[in-house]
């Protein structure tokens, strides 16, 4: 197993994105909490969005097996693998009715959290990386879950 390095100060940059992508999360779920009457519009934007960001962290895996100097000797098949399998989860949703949206939406951003713990035990990541994903994970899944509060 490769331990991350110590360094576990988030840079400046990575923390404003990954924060502020957490805005249409929160924006969009409390809008539908409190705009009852335009809610469906919001909760479609809300799984929308949250389908995107599945793609977008597969693809992170996708960049460390093409990239990491740990994986130029050794190639891990199953982080290609896996890299696509978010992507085609946020596909999905988008085709189901919003409570299995959601479910789904929510089950792969938690499974991928645990590829990116698998991933931890094949290359040495940053110190902020696993902390970072994890919070960012947690609100996402939390402003998904709204869509059970609307009763849709």
Not at 28 to 48: F, I, P, V
Not at 56 to 62: D, I, N, R, Y
């Amino acid at each position: 197993m490769t331990a991350p390095t110590t360094h576990a100060t988030c840079p400046t940059i990575v923390a404003w994105l990954g924060y502020g992508g957490l805005i249409p999360f929160v924006a969009l779920a409390a809008a539908s909490y409190w705009d009852t009457a335009h809610a469906a519009t919001w909760l479609t934007g809300l799984l929308a969005y949250g389908a995107v960001i599945l793609s977008f962290v597969g693809a992170l895996h996708w960049a460390f097996a093409m990239t990491h100097p740990q994986l130029q000797a050794a190639p891990e098949p199953a982080l290609y693998i896996w890299s696509v399998v978010p992507a085609l989860l946020g596909w999905l949703s988008l085709l189901l009715v919003p409570k299995a949206a959601a479910v789904l939406l929510i089950a792969g951003l938690l499974a991928h959290y645990r590829q990116d713990l698998r991933l931890t035990r094949v290359v040495t990541l940053p110190g902020w990386f696993l902390p970072l994903r994890l919070r960012l994970t947690a609100v996402a899944c939390v402003c998904m879950a709204v869509v059970f509060a609307s009763g849709r």
